[in-house]
């Protein structure tokens, strides 16, 4: 063998783009354009959108609540969503290379800092930009940041927070040891948005008083969080040397499966992902046999497939806390905006018994499982819909008191009306790309995808309707 020294980064990435550039033909002029019309689009939407949700918050529609309760709960939507996107970042990485980089560069002897780099500059730029539009929309939509002033200082605080995060998520996607405790920051951040939302829900119906809080932020705030950024930073730069294989390759197959099912429009391609990722979590199950049948004249089947299923959902403990989350999300939305208190409770209830339906769509799209299974796939689909109607229902009685007045044959119908919403949801077999469309003036819309999307969804809009004719 001889001493040669293989390539190096640049002379690889430079094989690479000429290996891609036989493949796309692309010009740089094409992909300015097409930023220039998302960029376009971004602004023109994102301006109606944030023009709508404005008009809206302050019609009389929305109804009057507690000025100090709003600010506290959009305090504990802030934390929450500091969580998610903390386990977000977690989950994808936070940086990643594709398959084909993994095959055969990532498992050469390349300096892997360099060869992330790039990558670890774009994730920084997205995190920044991202949650410096997420530290200017409360400005203009409630008025809570206090002028333009305040508005300036939330939005580069939302900035320093943005690249302290990628950078943060980074320095513990290379701390091999620490990788246990990466999780805690995401965990701690929706506890604590959680906690507050409780009590402010809690101190509500005790009658006592809250503090006004001021959700101005100081001047010298956002400098000293982009200090702490900078340093961060440094820290993660160092880190990318240590960034495995293992962990780039677990972030590619998040960041495929979100890219399919944006691409493809079938959100059950991330999900069965995460669905596969949260079995992989439970590492011990104990069998324990299934009590006979009860004295309800049942068949046997029917009754040891609901025990099974019920067995899942009481394993997955991501699925009980999502629920009884939606529980203090409905009460939360009462006290913030309590004109909309009718209209949540419809959604939250069927989100409560989707996210238990995941044993009826499993049944629905695995005729092999069907096969193995046996009887009909009727009675296989009403098996698997019991845990969810229960959880639905469960929720509906808990939920009742914070959802308005309504009469009393309303309820009945919402209730029904929900759990046929999770039935239909939850059966909605693979998305077929070859149904008809319609031509209309603004071009070629596809019904026959428009209502595989909207299926489940249908019946909830239409519920939604009944309960604002019946409420007035």
Same mark, same amino acid.
């Given at each position: ?112 800092? !360099?060869? %992330? @780099?790039?990558?670890? #500059? =774009? /994730? $920084?730029? *997205? +995190?920044?930009?991202? &949650? ?21 200082? !939330?939005? %580069? @605080?939302?900035?320093? #927070? =943005? /690249? $302290?995060? *990628? +950078?943060?998520?980074? &320095? ?21 948005? !959680? ?7 809690? /101190? ?6 809250? &503090? ?261």
């Amino acid at each position: 063998m001889s001493g040669r020294p293989g390539p190096g980064v640049r002379q690889v990435r430079a094989r690479l783009r000429r290996l891609r550039r036989r493949h796309h033909r692309t010009s740089f002029g094409d992909v300015l354009t097409d930023l220039y019309m998302l960029a376009l689009l971004a602004a023109l939407y994102g301006w109606v959108l944030a023009d709508m949700s404005r008009s809206f918050l302050r019609s009389p529609l929305v109804g009057a609540g507690d000025p100090a309760e709003q600010r506290w709960l959009l305090v504990a939507a802030m934390l929450t969503a500091a969580g998610f996107g903390w386990a977000g970042l977690r989950a994808m990485g936070p940086v990643f290379v594709g398959p084909a980089l993994q095959s055969w560069v990532a498992s050469a002897p390349v300096d892997r800092r !360099a060869l %992330l @780099l790039p990558r670890f #500059t =774009g /994730l $920084l730029a *997205g +995190a920044t930009a991202t &949650v410096a539009v997420l530290g200017f929309l409360p400005g203009p939509l409630s008025g809570f940041a206090g002028g333009p002033g305040g508005t300036v200082h !939330a939005t %580069l @605080l939302g900035a320093a #927070t =943005g /690249l $302290l995060a *990628g +950078a943060g998520a980074v &320095v513990m996607q290379g701390a091999r040891r620490a990788r246990g405790l990466a999780e805690l920051p995401g965990r701690v951040l929706i506890g604590a948005g !959680a906690l507050t939302a409780a009590a402010v829900v809690a /101190l509500h119906f005790t009658g006592t008083a809250m &503090v006004h809080p001021g959700l101005r932020v100081p001047a010298a705030v956002p400098p000293l969080v982009f200090l702490a950024a900078g340093t961060a930073v440094v820290f993660a730069v160092r880190a990318l040397a240590r960034v495995d294989r293992a962990v780039t390759t677990t972030g590619a197959q998040f960041a495929g499966s979100a890219a399919a099912a944006a691409v493809m429009l079938d959100p059950t391609l991330i999900a069965d992902l995460l669905e596969v990722r949260r079995w992989r979590a439970i590492g011990r199950v104990r069998s324990r046999r299934f009590h006979r049948g009860p004295a309800l004249g049942g068949p046997p089947r029917a009754w040891a497939l609901v025990q099974a299923e019920l067995r899942r959902a009481v394993r997955r403990r991501g699925a009980l806390l999502g629920w009884a989350a939606l529980v203090l999300v409905q009460y939360a939305v009462a006290l913030a905006v309590p004109g909309l208190a009718g209209p949540a409770h419809v959604l939250t209830t069927f989100l409560a018994g989707d996210r238990l339906a995941g044993g009826l769509r499993a049944i629905t799209r695995s005729p092999g499982l069907r096969r193995a299974l046996g009887g009909g796939d009727t009675a296989l689909k009403l098996a698997h819909l019991v845990v969810p109607a229960l959880a639905a229902t469960l929720f509906f009685l808990v939920t009742t008191p914070v959802a308005g007045t309504r009469p009393l044959w309303t309820d009945a119908v919402l209730l029904a009306g929900a759990v046929g919403a999770v039935y239909r949801s939850g059966t909605r077999r693979a998305m077929v790309y070859d149904g008809p469309v319609v031509e209309t003036p603004f071009g070629l819309i596809p019904a026959d995808l428009l209502r595989q999307l909207g299926r489940g969804w249908d019946v909830v809009a239409l519920l939604i309707v009944v309960d604002l004719i019946a409420t007035g």
